[in-house]
């Protein structure tokens, strides 16, 4: 009988004990890219799914034109968007394939075959950086012979314009926008050469 009584005591005294342990940390600071809550916020393309490989006429051993993509919001307080493409598989570390920013708020989406101009008018005259082979716009995927490589378009919501040139790099692009990313979205496709 005692010790029934004894566990019910501790039974219900159990979520007191719990609440008198060591005060929880404080969480950590959030990363300025770090995914905001935007329901509804999503990156596609109709010439791959996220995951999947990206076709040949997208990359080195074909045209090597940009793909199409598409974004659906948000619209409430977004002042445009910037995107940047990278292979984080690259051997020498990850290596930027497109830098485009000051891209309208109103414009959904990136048309095929972007061309490698500083300025492109059919967006808004939005800007176009320098990728990791040193030249403007979209440079194709070509990896060496071997593993499969994943290639990220990382959309950035951002809440003011940037004060950016023409032919800036991704890091000065991820400069200008800290603190201003609303929300990201990001599509990932892969490519592998066998030889």
Not at 15 to 36: D, N, R, T
Not at 44 to 63: C, H, L, M, W
Not at 93 to 118: K, M, N
Request: hydrophobic fraction near 35%.
């Amino acid at each position: 009988m005692m010790l029934r009584l004894f566990s019910l005591l501790l039974f219900s005294l159990a979520p007191v004990l719990v609440g008198c342990g060591q005060p929880s940390a404080s969480p950590p600071a959030p990363s300025p890219f770090a995914k905001a809550d935007a329901p509804g916020f999503a990156l596609t393309s109709p010439a791959f799914k996220n995951g999947e490989p990206i076709p040949v006429q997208y990359t080195a051993d074909g045209r090597g034109i940009s793909p199409q993509l598409h974004w659906t919001g948000p619209r409430n307080g977004t002042g445009e968007f910037a995107l940047i493409m990278d292979d984080p598989d690259a051997p020498r570390g990850p290596f930027t394939h497109w830098v485009i920013y000051s891209i309208s708020r109103y414009h959904g989406g990136l048309a095929e075959d972007i061309l490698q101009i500083d300025t492109v008018p059919s967006v808004g005259n939005a800007s176009q950086g320098r990728n990791s082979a040193n030249t403007i716009g979209y440079t194709p995927p070509s990896p060496p012979p071997g593993k499969v490589h994943h290639y990220t378009f990382h959309l950035y919501a951002l809440d003011a314009r940037v004060t950016l040139s023409s032919g800036a790099t991704a890091d000065e692009l991820r400069k200008a926008i800290n603190g201003h990313v609303l929300a990201t979205a990001e599509l990932t496709g892969t490519y592998q050469r066998t030889r």
